[in-house]
């Protein structure tokens, strides 16, 4: 069963550094695009950033100033770091799967989320 | 960015009536190159993630229930729950695949009347 976890500190203060890892198991790893999106509290989806297999990156204007994403192959994983949090970034990430396309493509796979909370 | 715009916010269905959610995207999501519309809807349900119900605007994920279809072309588009039912309660979200950045729309809450 193919399938995405997630892990990362869940409690960060502001100016702190987020960062999480996602897994993937049981499926192949490319070619991809591995997409991460949050959600905050009782709102909606925003999609931050991704990255492909072979480390091509896409980010979110709105964020791209403090967003970097990485992939380590050999671990089927990926990582995102988002720097300089505030409350705002409180927020349930997800990573999620998106075939890499010459276009966009829908994302079918996506991980349980990680409720990452800033606060002093 | 392309903006979606979902509505109505929420709804309130009686069992076994349908739901219509509509969504409407700032710009054209349709590809001339191939007839694509590069639209999906989602259905979330509470301390879940998303899960994909329909992509290219009109076809069904892989085990989703035949009551779920998705309709429209271009910058117009609906998603029908043809016979409500009570496991179908959940938010629901269209997104475009078109440009990046990949853009959602706010959600549509559908419960039970």
């Known amino acids: 069963q193919v399938q995405l976890q997630q892990w990362g500190a869940g409690l960060l203060k502001p100016s702190e550094t987020l960062s999480l890892t996602c897994a993937l198991y049981?499926?192949?790893?490319?070619?991809?695009?591995w997409s991460w999106i949050r959600q905050p509290p009782g709102k909606g989806l925003e999609w931050i950033g991704e990255?492909?297999?072979?480390?091509?990156?896409n980010y979110n204007p709105s964020l791209m100033s403090r967003v970097t994403t990485s992939v380590d192959t050999s671990k089927n994983q990926v990582s995102l770091e988002l720097t300089s949090v505030t409350a705002a970034d409180t927020a349930v990430y997800y990573c999620?799967?998106?075939?890499?396309?010459?276009?966009?493509?829908?994302?079918?796979?996506w991980g349980g989320g990680t409720l990452v909370t800033v606060s002093s | 960015d392309v903006v979606m715009t979902q509505s109505p916010d929420s709804l309130a269905v009686s069992l076994g009536e349908r739901a219509t959610i509509n969504c409407k995207s700032s710009?054209?999501?349709?590809?001339?190159?191939?007839?694509?519309?590069?639209l999906a809807w989602y259905q979330q349900k509470p301390g879940q993630p998303p899960k994909l119900l329909i992509f290219?605007?009109?076809t069904r994920g892989s085990g989703v229930p035949d009551r779920f279809s998705g309709s429209g072309s271009g910058t117009d588009f609906t998603l029908t729950i043809s016979s409500l039912q009570a496991e179908d309660v959940a938010v629901y979200y269209c997104?475009?695949?078109?440009?990046?950045?990949?853009?959602f729309g706010r959600g549509t809450r559908v419960q039970v009347k």
């Open positions: 290219w605007a009109s």
């Open positions: 990255i492909s297999d072979r480390g091509s990156t």
């Open positions: 997104q475009q695949y078109y440009n990046s950045p990949w853009t």
């Open positions: 710009q054209s999501v349709l590809y001339s190159s191939n007839n694509k519309d590069y």
């Open positions: 999620a799967r998106r075939r890499n396309a010459s276009r966009g493509w829908y994302f079918d796979l």
């Open positions: 049981g499926g192949s790893f490319s070619p991809y695009y």
